[in-house]
């Protein structure tokens, strides 16, 4: 790898402002954030930007040099469009520095209304292939696309390189089997779907209940896993459930993990990739904090030294306090039994 090499931006989740305050503070490029209702897919109570905080964490980046990108990464409703044109003219008004879509109709309302407004394909536009990602590109004039958790690298490689659109990927972060934010299986069990009530397994379907040996946890009355009496329980998801299957009780559908791809940082630097994505706006702030920090210093080091790159026990220690079910995973990064 040639020792000239640019750096991909760091793009780190801001839930509330102190989170964008931490990840401006510890190393973010770019952070990005949502409004407080449904045109986010992070829609939790007690998350997310009114008018006046948007205002003050969009000023505490900019005086640094930082940018902001607003996620409207949601599907408008019918008989309620006009709150999502409501929310890009908000990010218009706000100044950010990039907003992201996924819903073609707001992609044109966007578009067209705001020609000078920089827009970027949200994950949740299931771009997997160089003909979506340029067919948006000349519909729309995306600037960026945000990849789907499915790609290897090498198909990532080949779409950065039969594209001008810049490609986003996922560096850190949870991961979803389903289609990016969409999950039937999560409507299906709770009535509500998690594109617009922010969460897969929302708070008042979710019902723990002790028991002298176990802990069941159960959503919507659907048994999703049970917990032994010093077993470490995390908040619980249908696809992250284990289940009876064949006299056999294991995670069915995906195990609780997070995708962890520092080892990775140099050839996704080497194929072009342009910015690197932290998932977690509904985690903590001293998650965001660690990952920031970790992800600085390895992206740094690459691009000093890309051939010399090796990662720190202590990066993977402090990334693996914060990963879910304290494991990680390459993902869909690594598939070798393709």
Same mark, same amino acid.
């Given at each position: 790898? =040639?020792?000239?090499?640019?750096?991909?931006?760091?793009?780190?989740?801001?839930?509330?402002?102190?989170?964008?305050?931490?990840?401006?503070?510890?190393?973010?490029?770019?952070?990005?954030?949502?409004?407080?209702d449904m045109?986010?897919?992070?829609?939790?109570?007690?998350? +997310?930007? &009114?008018?006046?905080?948007?205002?003050?964490?969009?000023?505490?980046?900019?005086?640094?040099?930082?940018?902001?990108?607003?996620?409207?990464?949601?599907?408008?409703?019918?008989?309620?469009?006009h709150k999502?044109?409501?929310?890009? &003219?908000?990010?218009a008004g706000?100044?950010?520095?990039?907003?992201?879509?996924?819903?073609?109709?707001?992609?044109?309302?966007?578009?067209? %209304?705001?020609?000078?407004?920089?827009?970027?394909?949200?994950?949740?536009? =299931?771009?997997?292939?160089?003909?979506?990602?340029?067919?948006?590109?000349?519909?729309?004039?995306?600037?960026?696309?945000?990849?789907?958790?499915?790609?290897?690298?090498?198909?990532?490689?080949?779409?950065?390189?039969?594209?001008?659109?810049?490609?986003?990927?996922?560096?850190?972060?949870?991961? $979803?089997?389903?289609?990016?934010?969409? $999950?039937?299986?999560?409507?299906?069990?709770?009535?509500?779907?998690? +594109?617009?009530?922010?969460? $897969? =397994?929302?708070?008042?379907?979710?019902?723990?209940?002790?028991?002298?040996?176990?802990? +069941?946890?159960?959503?919507?009355?659907?048994?999703?896993?049970?917990?032994?009496?010093?077993? #470490?329980?995390?908040? #619980?998801?249908?696809?992250?459930?284990?289940? &009876?299957?064949?006299?056999?009780?294991?995670?069915?559908?995906?195990?609780?993990?997070?995708?962890?791809?520092?080892?990775?940082?140099?050839?996704?630097?080497?194929?072009?990739?342009?910015?690197?994505?932290?998932?977690? %706006?509904? %985690? =903590? #702030?001293?998650?965001?904090?660690?990952?920031?920090?970790?992800?600085?210093?390895?992206?740094?080091?690459?691009?000093?030294? #890309?051939?010399?790159?090796?990662?720190?026990?202590?990066?993977?220690?402090?990334?693996?306090?914060?990963?879910?079910?304290?494991?990680?995973?390459?993902?869909?990064?690594?598939?070798?039994?393709?």
């Open positions: 790898m =040639s020792h000239d090499v640019k750096a991909p931006e760091l793009v780190c989740p801001a839930g509330n402002l102190p989170a964008l305050k931490t990840a401006v503070d510890h190393g973010a490029d770019a952070v990005y954030m949502g409004l407080k045109t986010n897919a992070r829609n939790f109570a007690g998350l +997310n930007f &009114d008018l006046k905080a948007a205002q003050d964490g969009i000023s505490y980046a900019h005086q640094r040099g930082r940018k902001v990108l607003m996620a409207i990464n949601t599907y408008a409703q019918a008989g309620e469009v999502w044109y409501q929310a890009v &003219d908000t990010a706000l100044g950010v520095d990039a907003v992201i879509l996924a819903d073609m109709g707001l992609l044109k309302y966007a578009s067209e %209304r705001y020609p000078d407004l920089r827009l970027h394909l949200s994950v949740q536009g =299931s771009a997997t292939n160089y003909e979506a990602i340029n067919l948006a590109r000349e519909l729309f004039n995306i600037q960026r696309v945000i990849l789907p958790r499915v790609l290897t690298i090498d198909q990532v490689r080949q779409v950065i390189e039969h594209t001008d659109v810049q490609v986003e990927v996922f560096g850190f972060g949870s991961l $979803c089997v389903m289609v990016e934010g969409r $999950c039937i299986l999560s409507s299906y069990a709770t009535g509500e779907s998690p +594109n617009t009530v922010g969460a $897969c =397994s929302p708070a008042k379907f979710v019902r723990w209940e002790q028991k002298p040996q176990t802990m +069941n946890v159960r959503l919507n009355d659907i048994l999703i896993d049970q917990f032994g009496k010093n077993e #470490p329980a995390g908040y #619980p998801t249908l696809c992250k459930g284990r289940f &009876d299957v064949q006299g056999e009780t294991y995670y069915a559908l995906e195990e609780p993990t997070s995708l962890n791809v520092i080892e990775l940082l140099p050839e996704l630097v080497r194929i072009g990739v342009s910015a690197i994505k932290v998932e977690g %706006r509904q %985690r =903590s #702030p001293v998650y965001t904090a660690q990952v920031t920090q970790v992800l600085r210093q390895a992206i740094d080091a690459v691009v000093k030294n #890309p051939d010399q790159f090796t990662v720190s026990p202590l990066w993977q220690q402090s990334l693996a306090k914060v990963s879910e079910g304290q494991q990680a995973t390459l993902g869909a990064y690594s598939r070798p039994w393709k």
